[in-house]
């Protein structure tokens, strides 16, 4: 047994995962009455079930993405992988994982349902990567690392050679989440899964690429990893609709978009900048910026007052006094702006 599949729970190490008559059949029948589907297409045509596999998806993501099928995981949003990993890697009221902190609150729900206990990990001065901490709190149930480049809400992305250097030492599984790689100047670390054997990589259709409410998430891995993934999701994880609608979205590239959404979060963080009531805009690598300011709560509702609703991050560890606001169109920042001038 290789050092990897030492880190995989022994039942699912020997799972026998669900299979469907189609995946079993050869030949090319065109009458199926294996799946106890209603033959009638209905006025939808949804009467049957969705490719398991999403063939026809994933051949465009890895074209798009530039690695081949066996190194991609296509998911219920990336939530659904973040879940997975737990589910993978973590027996549960037994292992650990670790997390940076302030980081995406779903690395910790996901511990809680698979009764794992989540170890956070607080960044350093100007939210840096706390590297020697996280190899301090890590033992001998440490299976999970769970970084966040650019990171939720801080909004900084991590020097790429520096979370190499963490994979490689890292004697777990590290999860580095890239859900807003598309906004980083930095780009992507995907195709290090092609040499690291204990890294994967997730990111979504969800930010840059407006998809949020069809549910696509990526992740990338060994093909080790991913055909673990594969055996242990739901078999139609992603409903037929979301697989043709995905397919069609990426017949446009969301290029202009990430670009005026940059544009925006710089006036937006200049703007920001200058009123008395802000005491620090955070730089950002994503679509949205952590402002500090003098009353947060009171802040927020003056802004839900408005019409505008933002994230209140101020019971947050390492974020008192902020919220963070998503970059909107120049429009929707506006308002933002006129209501805040009217605030000051
Ligand atoms: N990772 C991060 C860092 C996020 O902020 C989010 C969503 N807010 C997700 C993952 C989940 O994205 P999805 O819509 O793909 O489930």
Do not use: H, W
Not at 99 to 109: D, K, Q, R
Not at 139 to 151: E, G, H, I, V, Y
Request: hydrophobic letters at 40%.
């Amino acid at each position: 047994m290789n050092s990897i599949e030492a880190l995989v729970r022994p039942n699912i190490r020997t799972l026998s995962p669900y299979s469907t008559a189609r995946d079993e059949a050869k030949g090319t029948p065109d009458i199926f009455l294996d799946a106890n589907e209603s033959p009638y297409p209905g006025l939808l045509g949804y009467n049957r079930y969705p490719d398991p596999r999403q063939k026809v998806l994933k051949a465009r993501v890895s074209a798009l993405k530039g690695l081949p099928t066996e190194n991609i995981f296509l998911g219920n949003g990336s939530d659904e992988a973040i879940d997975l990993v737990y589910r993978i890697f973590c027996t549960p009221g037994r292992d650990n994982a670790l997390a940076i902190e302030p980081s995406y609150g779903m690395y910790s729900v996901a511990a809680d349902i698979n009764d794992v206990e989540l170890r956070p990990v607080p960044l350093g001065a100007g939210f840096s990567l706390p590297v020697e901490e996280i190899f301090a709190k890590a033992d001998d149930r440490t299976k999970l690392l769970f970084l966040c480049s650019p990171n939720n809400p801080s909004g900084n992305a991590f020097e790429p050679s520096q979370i190499l250097e963490l994979v490689r030492r890292f004697p777990g599984i590290v999860v580095l989440d890239e859900a807003y790689a598309d906004f980083s100047a930095r780009g992507s670390l995907r195709a290090a899964v092609l040499e690291q054997p204990n890294l994967v990589v997730l990111q979504t259709f969800s930010k840059a690429y407006g998809m949020a409410g069809l549910r696509v998430g990526l992740a990338f891995a060994s093909a080790y990893i991913i055909d673990l993934m594969n055996r242990v999701k739901y078999p139609y994880n992603l409903s037929q609709a979301t697989q043709e609608l995905a397919l069609k979205a990426l017949e446009t590239t969301p290029e202009a978009n990430i670009r005026e959404i940059v544009f925006q979060r710089e006036r937006l963080f200049k703007a920001l900048s200058s009123f008395s009531f802000v005491r620090k805009v955070y730089p950002s690598d994503a679509n949205f910026l952590l402002v500090k300011v003098d009353k947060a709560d009171d802040l927020y509702e003056v802004l839900l007052q408005g019409g505008i609703i933002v994230r209140n991050r101020s019971r947050v560890p390492g974020c008192s006094g902020c919220l963070r606001i998503t970059v909107g169109t120049p429009a929707e920042n506006d308002r933002l702006l006129q209501i805040l001038q009217s605030y000051a």
